[in-house]
């Protein structure tokens, strides 16, 4: 029974994601429910791209776009340039908004090699980027167009007009003795990038390749961040080593800021470049509610017992009706150290609104639970709709930290617009269930890894499959439980998991 659900909805899923047409009237007959719920995105795209590097970390705008990048020619890792490790520069915050570094990331030496500095014989050129293969950059000095807009000391400018794309790389040596994870982030923006559908499967718009070389032969993973297109402001894009299935020592790095398959300019800030290397934490769980469902004073009593927190992503004109935790249930569970998301003002397919409205409701439900005394800094995207335009939009409110449903748990450094949850909305209590339960505490523990438990409802009977029992989460705090008390993990709330999985910065 579980399984032939599972699968049912594993096939639909997939459908949906390889057809826009039919995702289109999915979406639409889901929206016409009372309460719509966040579905699990888990599809045969997904799992592969979990599964194989050379693919794209995070989700696309639109859905139609080739998954697998051709593979580039070959890179033969060059010495750095003057020096044969990077310098290490003091983990500053990268721009003029406060505590954008978390204590994880001030924890790690964060290497930023000058990149911004100028080629001494060429000022078009930046020192040590080379062009792209597919077209060249030039390196500029940006004026701030905004107060919030911090002044670069340099960045590389790609303009295109026809041709197929442009850019400039850097390898960065960082010379790794044992498999480490690492942070390789940058701020870029665009202007007026259109991208172009491409016949030869390329990526289009603008994005960030990092290629990660082990010192022995077939040590090799390559990934990009999604393309972005529009007009749009300075925005963090990077990807953990780990997300991109690197399991070997680094050797060394070669970044590529490219615009690619699309027209426009767009900007990469060479002095925020940051590649940063981390230590291990301890694995940590994270009970994660969404919906704001009244039977959230249900969890609230079963993890109280056992001296657990959770998280709750609330949907702020649902706030007091009568299927919804009230204002003072809210104080009262972020009194005892729980954390509120917002999930929006009434569950809108975001990537469906309108720019002016999609704002709205990331502004306004944060407003909103704000003026309830809620200290809110994350939001969890309804459905896990969301695209780079949104993300952008979300930093720039700014969010911390947006959460999608793609299944999978965070490794260290994971991007903080990039976080997956293991959905546990099945609805039915079976062996089977607390057999993957397992799986995922275990790989938690055993990689150092963050795992959201994704639910809903917690009731006897849900209106949909969206829910679990009482006697489900019951049993599965317990079976948390039991690893916390072997010291293998702990169970924190979503904001602590940010602060020390993410790497924080607007
Ligand atoms: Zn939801």
């Known amino acids: 029974m579980l399984r032939g659900n599972l699968s049912k909805r594993l096939l639909l899923t997939t459908a949906c994601l390889l057809c ?106 930046a020192d040590n980027w080379i062009d792209y293969w597919r077209g060249g950059y030039t390196r500029v000095v940006l004026a701030a167009a905004a107060a919030a807009e911090p002044t670069s000391p340099a960045a590389l400018q790609v303009t295109l007009t026809g041709q197929a794309g442009g850019g400039g790389e850097t390898n960065v040596v960082i010379g790794q003795t044992e498999t480490t994870p690492v942070f390789v982030g940058i701020r870029m923006k665009g202007q007026n990038v259109v991208a172009r559908p491409s016949a030869s499967g390329w990526y289009w718009g603008a994005h960030l390749i990092v290629e990660f070389f082990g010192k022995n032969a077939g040590e090799y993973a390559y990934c990009s961040t999604p393309p972005a297109a529009g007009t749009f402001g300075w925005r963090w894009v990077g990807m953990t080593s780990t997300s991109c ?19 426009g300019t767009a900007y990469f800030d060479l002095a925020q470049l940051n590649i940063a290397p981390s230590a291990l934490p301890i ?27 959770g998280s709750q992503a609330i949907v702020t004109n649902w706030i007091n009706d009568d299927d919804s935790l009230s204002a003072a249930d809210l104080k009262r569970i972020q009194g005892k150290g729980w954390d509120i998301l917002s999930h929006s003002l009434n569950h809108p397919y975001m990537s469906q609104l309108t720019d002016a409205q999609a704002t709205n409701q990331l502004t306004r439900s944060r407003t909103k639970l704000q003026s309830l005394g ?11 709709d969301y695209n780079q335009k949104l993300v952008g939009f979300a930093q720039a409110i700014p969010y911390t930290s947006t959460r999608g449903y793609f299944d999978g748990d965070n490794p260290i450094l994971t991007f903080p617009h990039d976080v997956r949850v293991h959905p546990l909305t099945i609805g ?44 489900y989460l019951t049993q599965l705090a317990d079976l948390v439980k039991t690893y916390v008390d072997q010291g293998r993990l702990r169970v924190i709330n979503y904001r602590t998991g940010i602060n020390e999985f993410a790497v924080l910065r607007q």
């Open 245 to 263: 299935g690197v399991t070997f020592p680094i050797d060394n790095i070669w970044v590529e800021a490219v615009l690619e398959d699309a027209t």
């Open 428 to 471: 039915i209590e079976s062996d089977t269930q607390f057999t993957q339960v397992r799986a995922w505490l275990d790989q938690a523990a055993n990689n150092h890894r963050w795992a959201i438990l994704g639910m809903h409802q917690i009731v006897a009977l849900g209106d949909d499959e969206y829910y679990n029992t009482p006697g």
């Open 20 to 125: 826009s047409a039919f995702f289109a009237t999915a979406l639409t007959g889901v929206a016409e429910a009372k309460r719509p719920y966040d579905k699990p995105k888990t599809c045969v795209r997904d799992a592969k791209r979990c599964a194989e590097p050379g693919v794209i970390i995070g989700l696309q705008d639109g859905d139609q776009r080739p998954v697998h990048r051709k593979k580039p020619r070959r890179i033969t890792p060059v010495p750095v340039k003057g020096a044969a490790a990077p310098a290490a520069r003091p983990a500053t915050a990268p721009s003029a908004g406060a505590a954008e570094v978390s204590p994880a990331d001030a924890a790690v030496t964060i290497y930023n090699r000058d990149f911004e500095l100028a080629d001494p014989n060429n000022p078009a050129k």
């Open 374 to 384: 809620l200290t809110v800094d994350a939001f969890a995207w309804p459905y896990g």
């Open 283 to 309: 694995g940590a769980v994270t009970f994660q509610f969404d919906d704001g469902h009244i039977s959230g004073r249900t969890a609230e009593d079963i993890l109280t017992a056992r001296s657990f927190v």
